[in-house]
């Protein structure tokens, strides 16, 4: 199956200049008014034509990428039946108007296409807040190079590094092609022996001990001391990159539920911002006294008592 790469002759690397050195070549070459009875010059002109309008266009060839050439050229097909409609109006019957909707990305809550191979990376929670660099893996059954006929298969193990960018969140994704970094060999291959296969890598979170997810909470424990949350101060908080300080009022009762509001994990563009942290205080309670620190306790019972009776 001819793509549009394979229309114009030329590399899926090509630049913007080779792409349009190769479409003047060819139009020049099969250009109606020098063949205008022969059908098959004006396909083959319009072909040209297609594959010209979406790789000379950086956002349409990136989406060429995304979908796939069936996929994309049926919806290319679509758009520019609904477009051709609705120019008088300059409107589309969504509202949009036809420049908009033509070509327009999902967005990214509606998830990597069906057809798409999907390979995981897994960060910790705290690696959400970074640029990282992860590795990836992916395995898969290609011929024996020793086989003739191509029955024999054997399995190809690669490894490779992506770059994930700060602010992901659980089941983000990207195109392999914009986050790939180091060696591209797996991609360069990818590309000759499947053109038309998408890969997109899907972000993964690990849990973090002590901490519960709940959407995008997080829950967790803290132990204070008796006299902290009588008399009040500062503690310290396990957080997501680290501890957080906290002035807990005096007079707080054990079990009792704080919020830290943009604390939890980072949500998606469409909702902003990040989650909150939800921290459960326990009080702790010493096993053993020092002479002086029994000396105060009893002394302070004792105060205690007479005052209340």
Same mark, same amino acid.
């Given at each position: 199956?001819?793509?549009? /790469?394979?229309?114009?002759?030329?590399? *899926?690397?090509?630049?913007? @200049? #080779?792409?349009?050195?190769?479409? =003047?070549?060819? $139009?020049?070459?099969?250009?109606?008014?020098?063949?205008?009875?022969?059908?098959?010059?004006?396909?083959?002109?319009?072909?040209?034509?297609?594959?010209?309008?979406?790789?000379?266009?950086?956002?349409?060839?990136?989406?060429?990428? /995304?979908?796939?050439?069936?996929?994309? *050229?049926?919806?290319?097909? @679509? #758009?520019?039946?609904?477009?051709? =409609?609705?120019? $008088?109006?300059?409107?589309?019957?969504?509202?949009?108007?036809?420049?908009?909707?033509?070509?327009?990305?999902?967005?990214?809550?509606?998830?990597?296409?069906?057809?798409?191979?999907?390979?995981?990376?897994?960060?910790?929670?705290?690696?959400?807040?970074?640029?990282?660099?992860?590795?990836?893996?992916?395995?898969?059954?290609?011929?024996?190079?020793?086989?003739?006929?191509?029955?024999?298969?054997?399995?190809?193990?690669?490894?490779?590094?992506?770059?994930?960018?700060?602010?992901?969140?659980?089941?983000?994704?990207?195109?392999?092609?914009?986050?790939?970094?180091?060696?591209?060999?797996?991609?360069?291959?990818?590309?000759?022996?499947?053109?038309?296969?998408?890969?997109?890598?899907?972000?993964?979170?690990?849990?973090?001990?002590?901490?519960?997810?709940?959407?995008?909470?997080?829950?967790?424990?803290?132990?204070?001391?008796?006299?902290?949350?009588?008399?009040?101060?500062?503690?310290?908080?396990?957080?997501?990159?680290?501890?957080?300080?906290?002035?807990?009022?005096?007079?707080?009762?054990?079990?009792?539920?704080?919020?830290?509001?943009?604390?939890?994990?980072?949500?998606?563009?469409?909702?902003?911002?990040?989650?909150?942290?939800?921290?459960?205080?326990?009080?702790?309670?010493?096993?053993?006294?020092?002479?002086?620190?029994?000396?105060?306790?009893?002394?302070?019972?004792?105060?205690?008592?007479?005052?209340?009776?």
């Amino acid at each position: 199956m001819r793509n549009y /790469y394979d229309i114009l002759g030329i590399s *899926r690397d090509a630049t913007q @200049a #080779q792409i349009k050195a190769a479409y =003047r070549k060819l $139009a020049k070459l099969y250009h109606p008014d020098s063949n205008p009875d022969d059908q098959k010059i004006k396909e083959r002109f319009q072909e040209i034509q297609e594959a010209y309008a979406v790789l000379s266009d950086p956002e349409k060839r990136k989406m060429y990428h /995304y979908y796939g050439h069936e996929a994309y *050229r049926k919806s290319y097909h @679509a #758009q520019y039946a609904s477009h051709s =409609r609705s120019e $008088a109006s300059g409107e589309t019957r969504d509202g949009h108007c036809g420049a908009c909707a033509h070509g327009r990305k999902p967005s990214e809550e509606e998830g990597p296409p069906p057809q798409s191979v999907r390979i995981a990376v897994w960060l910790e929670l705290s690696e959400t807040l970074e640029t990282v660099v992860k590795d990836a893996y992916f395995t898969e059954r290609i011929p024996h190079p020793d086989s003739v006929s191509h029955l024999r298969f054997q399995e190809k193990n690669w490894k490779f590094q992506v770059k994930i960018p700060s602010g992901s969140y659980d089941h983000q994704f990207f195109l392999l092609e914009d986050v790939i970094c180091g060696s591209r060999e797996f991609l360069e291959f990818q590309r000759r022996q499947n053109p038309d296969k998408l890969f997109v890598i899907i972000v993964l979170l690990r849990d973090k001990p002590g901490f519960i997810r709940q959407g995008y909470h997080l829950y967790t424990d803290c132990t204070v001391d008796f006299h902290t949350l009588v008399l009040g101060g500062l503690i310290k908080i396990p957080g997501l990159s680290g501890e957080i300080l906290f002035d807990v009022p005096a007079g707080t009762t054990p079990e009792q539920k704080l919020r830290l509001t943009g604390q939890g994990l980072i949500r998606p563009k469409k909702m902003g911002g990040r989650g909150d942290l939800y921290v459960k205080l326990h009080i702790r309670i010493p096993q053993e006294l020092t002479i002086p620190q029994l000396s105060a306790m009893l002394k302070l019972r004792e105060v205690m008592e007479t005052e209340e009776g």
